[in-house]
């Protein structure tokens, strides 16, 4: 990894004035040793932003001294847009759509396919939640004029994905074949719901020319069922959040690259017994957007470096990742309580045939709730198969029960929830202080 001289002073001007201007983080200049230092031992002294801390100083805590919100709401310049969640996640955030576009475009050079197809006028379907993106009409079905804005479709305005008719997803196939979309987005549960769909009933759809996944972590058996309808389609995931923009893009040879021009990134390492030190978490600091300062804010990513530094792609500015293995919510911990992530989870889970979906709750300490969707005939053996790879990687003591539905209904975040605890993990517990 290398920055020029270029990127350091961004840094610190995005520091100087977060500490000089901006209200929510008065409490931090104590902290700063001063301009004199380094910009990353500065960095390095500085706190965690978490979204509390946006929620209780927004809006005018959140913006430096000199910006106007109610001038920037007039002229358009600005909006305010609520992120889905939880009570405790839902924040509300300065929306500034001129800056949103030049990341995701700066996102798209990270990726060759990406670069090759996308001009910024391409015609782009999405298939996530509305309560993400879109227009919600649970009720009444929208014809395709009422879902395209400028030019984008989007192919679902129902809230709850378990509900989807085969006339409605055969809409969605009919869409795809009228609008010939360059690029399909899609969150990969709602995208893979349509492909064991489609490979139901042996349908013919269009084939983009690249899917980018958003919102969602991928899982194994996710990417097995789309991959069955758009075999040749490059799968591409992005990775970022409604405060930071893009922080990470998946390259053509499958690594994730950082955003640079966009975002700094700190890396956290666990300690070594979770992991560390090429595994952790992310800070991401943004850069260049006039009206959000957010220094050191953390996503809830979980990340692994890549050992090398490198990439065959041959991209070298920022941190390269060999994979991203989920958020903190999906954490889990084995019974004598190492660290254990989505990642880490899906590779025992992606190993079970015929499943459609998975759900895997630890109740307490020894305690874990599988819930499967499977059209297999054989369940003994697949509960059998579940719980041996479940004990290799949480002990043998772990107590697993396996429940079988009939579907599994998104969060009201309209994002499906593959694994959580059900008690809190407090990750400072985990960081490998002395790395940090
Ligand atoms: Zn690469």
Redesign the pocket.
Same mark, same amino acid.
């Given at each position: 990894m290398g920055f020029s001289p270029e990127y350091y002073e961004r840094y610190a001007a995005v520091l100087n004035t977060a500490l000089s201007k901006v209200a929510m983080y008065r409490p931090w200049k104590s902290l700063d040793p001063g301009p004199e230092y380094p910009v990353d031992v500065r960095f390095a002294a500085m706190p965690v932003l978490i979204k509390k801390d946006i929620r209780d100083n927004f809006p005018h805590g959140v913006l430096p001294s000199d910006m106007d919100i109610e001038r920037g709401l007039a002229s358009g310049e600005i909006q305010l847009a609520e992120t889905s969640g939880t009570t405790d996640d839902r924040i509300t955030n300065i929306w500034d759509q001129k800056w949103w576009d030049a990341s995701e475009r700066a996102s798209w050079q990270l990726n060759s396919y990406m670069s090759e197809i996308a001009t910024g006028d391409h015609h782009e379907a999405i298939l996530v939640n509305p309560r993400n993106v879109g227009v919600i009409s649970d009720d009444a079905d929208l014809p395709m004029e009422k879902r395209r804005l400028s030019r984008f479709l989007y192919l679902n305005e129902k809230t709850d994905p378990t509900r989807w008719t085969s006339a409605y997803m055969d809409r969605m196939i009919q869409d795809l074949n009228i609008f010939q979309p360059v690029v399909l987005e899609a969150n990969p549960s709602y995208l893979a719901r349509l492909c064991r769909y489609i490979a139901d009933k042996n349908r013919a759809v269009f084939q983009p020319g690249a899917i980018v996944f958003t919102y969602e972590y991928p899982t194994i058996h996710h990417y097995h069922q789309i991959r069955r309808i758009f075999s040749k389609v490059p799968l591409i995931s992005s990775y970022g959040t409604t405060e930071t923009g893009y922080v990470f893009m998946q @390259?053509e %040879?499958g %690594?994730w690259?950082q955003n640079s021009e966009f975002c700094r990134v700190d890396f956290q390492p666990f300690l070594k017994e979770h992991g560390g030190p090429f595994l952790g978490r992310i800070l991401v600091t943004i850069l260049d957007n006039p009206w959000n300062y957010l220094v050191r804010f953390a996503t809830g990513d979980i990340v692994r470096l890549e050992e090398t530094g490198k @990439?065959? @792609?041959g991209?070298s500015s920022g941190l390269?990742l060999s994979s991203i293995e989920g958020r903190k919510v999906n954490l889990t911990l084995t019974c004598d309580g190492r660290l254990v992530t989505l990642f880490e989870l899906d590779s025992i889970m992606g190993k079970l045939k015929d499943i459609d979906m998975y759900k895997l709750i630890q109740t307490d300490k020894n305690h874990y709730e599988l819930y499967l969707v499977s059209r297999s005939t054989m369940l003994e053996n697949m509960t059998e198969a579940a719980i041996m790879g479940l004990k290799k990687l949480y002990g043998q003591e772990a107590d697993i029960t396996v429940a079988y539905q009939s579907d599994i209904a998104p969060e009201n975040s309209g994002k499906y929830l593959v694994s959580e605890a059900l008690f809190p993990i407090d990750l400072d517990n985990y960081l490998d202080k002395q790395r940090i």
């Open positions: @390259c %040879k %690594k690259h @990439c065959p @792609c991209r390269v």
